[in-house]
């Protein structure tokens, strides 16, 4: 499975942005998709994660009600929606995937795409 990500970018605290990420290769290996980041001087941490079948989601509790994740099946995309950027949401934002949710929100993820990085000013 390979992932493309995009939308990073520089935006003032408040405002939104929409990250993307498309996943190619074997569709078995992307049954779990999301979003992992990691701000300067901190560890990778999990954001969120949308399931294939049901569409199950879930969220890190630092951006529950704000952040959105939704999945375009049929182009197998994930996107992710945030709004009401903090300051502390600033970091690199790395698209994710594996077959188990289980796998996925311990980090032990099988497939990684390449980070965008989103920068919050205020």
């Known amino acids: 499975v390979q992932l493309q990500a995009s939308g990073g970018g520089l935006v003032q605290a408040g405002d939104s942005l929409r990250l993307s990420c498309a996943a190619s290769?074997?569709?078995?290996?992307?049954?779990?998709m999301g979003w992992f980041r990691q701000a300067p001087g901190k560890e990778r941490e999990f954001v969120a994660a949308?399931?294939?079948?049901?569409?199950?989601?879930y969220y890190a509790d630092s951006v529950k009600g704000r952040f959105t994740i939704s999945r375009d099946n049929a182009k197998n995309t994930v996107y992710l929606q945030m709004n009401s950027l903090k300051l502390e949401d600033t970091a690199v934002y790395y698209c994710?995937?594996?077959?188990?949710?289980?796998?996925?929100?311990?980090?032990?993820?099988?497939?990684w795409g390449q980070g965008t990085l989103v920068t919050v000013s205020s």
């Open positions: 994710a995937a594996d077959r188990l949710y289980s796998d996925f929100v311990r980090g032990a993820v099988d497939y």
């Open positions: 290769g074997r569709t078995s290996g992307s049954n779990t």
């Open positions: 949308i399931i294939r079948g049901g569409g199950n989601t």
